[in-house]
């Protein structure tokens, strides 16, 4: 029998979640009998090849490649989850939000203290995505199923939720597991 596909990506987020996934350590043995990753930088399939069971969304959209992204996850994936901080509300790069984008653009390229640009050129390639008035957290973008908090998530609570979704069991994760203090 076909197993069920997972997919996984990094929008405006740091890999930290990532590392999360993999952290589950030798059980990620017993989530490749489970499941097929398709789409994800775990595997480096760049491209959707089938539809998948669960979409894993690390980091926010801050420029329009990270809404295509997101967009394209959510047509191909029955549940789509915001993992982390970023995605579920923005997280570090949302810090952003509270000032203007002139200058954020103005600190990153002309007045930053280890900047280095004789030209006073700031970048505005056509190949180089849009970056967004602000940053949106998931849910602003498409719907989003589930969102599980943190900085990162821990390994054993990415690891829980994975397990009820492909089991189709309610998630119901241990207290240890949702406290953040
Ligand atoms: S939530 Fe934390 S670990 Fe995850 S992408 Fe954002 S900064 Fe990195």
Known sequence: MAKPKIATTSLAGCFGCHMS???IDDRIL????????????????????SRCLVGLVEGGCANEENVHVLQD???????LISVGDCATMGG???????IPLKECFEEAYLNGPTVYNPGGKIPGDKEIPLLLDRVYACHEVVKIDYHIPGC???ADT????????????????????????
């Open 21 to 23: 996934i993999l952290d």
């Open 30 to 49: 017993k989530l490749i009998e489970l499941v097929d990753f398709n789409k994800s930088p775990i595997d480096d399939i760049k491209e959707f090849t």
């Open 73 to 79: 996850f959510r047509k191909h994936c029955d549940v």
């Open 92 to 98: 570090l790069p949302a810090m952003r939000n509270m």
């Open 152 to 154: 990162p998530p821990s």
């Open 158 to 181: 990415l690891w829980e939720i994975l397990v009820a979704l492909l089991s189709e069991k309610p998630i119901d994760l241990p207290y240890e597991l949702i406290k953040y203090d």
